[in-house]
């Protein structure tokens, strides 16, 4: 997506049209967040839920050096400011069994869970040349992983699991990353949170 065309607006505009479980996808900004971006051949590094609890909408992540966690997304808006693209989960309703409810009760779980640090060097290891050439890709779910979901691996858990589609098929979700999301026709851009 060609960054001239992003829809910039801000969150106290723009809170009402976030559903429950939307997805949020972060920018790379500084120097590991960009090799995390060219390594995965995106410039999105991060991936979280928007999730509302009464009427305070929240950013429901898994997070390196924080694990499972929901934390106001105003508060990650003031820190990254456009650097967050929203998009929308199931875009017109094409998916029909998809179960919004059940893949934010999922997302809700998972807050006190460690981080996937070994998740996330399996799925880095995939871009190496060699490692490319020597191990076939994994497609298949069913083969669950022992340790905790990094970032992405969470999202695709819990629309999988929780929401009943998975929303990249023919790829485990520990081996998903941010990319694998925004490329996913599941997930459609809606716009980037400029400021609260």
Excluded at 89 to 99: E, I, L, S
Excluded at 163 to 178: K, M, N, Q
Aim: proline share 5%.
């Amino acid at each position: 997506m060609d960054v001239s065309n992003r829809n910039l607006v801000r969150l106290s505009q723009s809170s009402s049209l976030i559903r429950d479980g939307d997805l949020l996808l972060f920018r790379g900004h500084g120097i590991v967040s960009r090799l995390i971006g060219t390594a995965g051949r995106s410039r999105y590094t991060h991936a979280a839920r928007a999730v509302w609890w009464d009427d305070l909408l929240f950013c429901c992540e898994v997070r390196e050096l924080k694990g499972g966690r929901a934390v106001t997304l105003a508060s990650q808006v003031k820190k990254y400011p456009g650097l967050i693209d929203v998009f929308e989960t199931n875009p017109g309703r094409r998916w029909r069994n998809y179960d919004r409810c059940g893949a934010v009760r999922y997302t809700r779980r998972l807050a006190g869970c460690d981080y996937g640090y070994f998740g996330v060097l399996k799925a880095t290891l995939r871009h190496l040349p060699v490692w490319r050439f020597l191990v076939r890709p994994d497609m298949y779910d069913k083969r669950m992983s022992s340790q905790p979901p990094f970032c992405s691996q969470a999202c695709a858990m819990a629309d999988r699991i929780g929401g009943r589609v998975d929303p990249v098929p023919h790829l485990a979700d520990r081996l998903t990353e941010p990319a694998d999301l925004a490329r996913s026709p599941f997930y459609r851009y809606r716009f980037t949170l400029a400021g609260v």
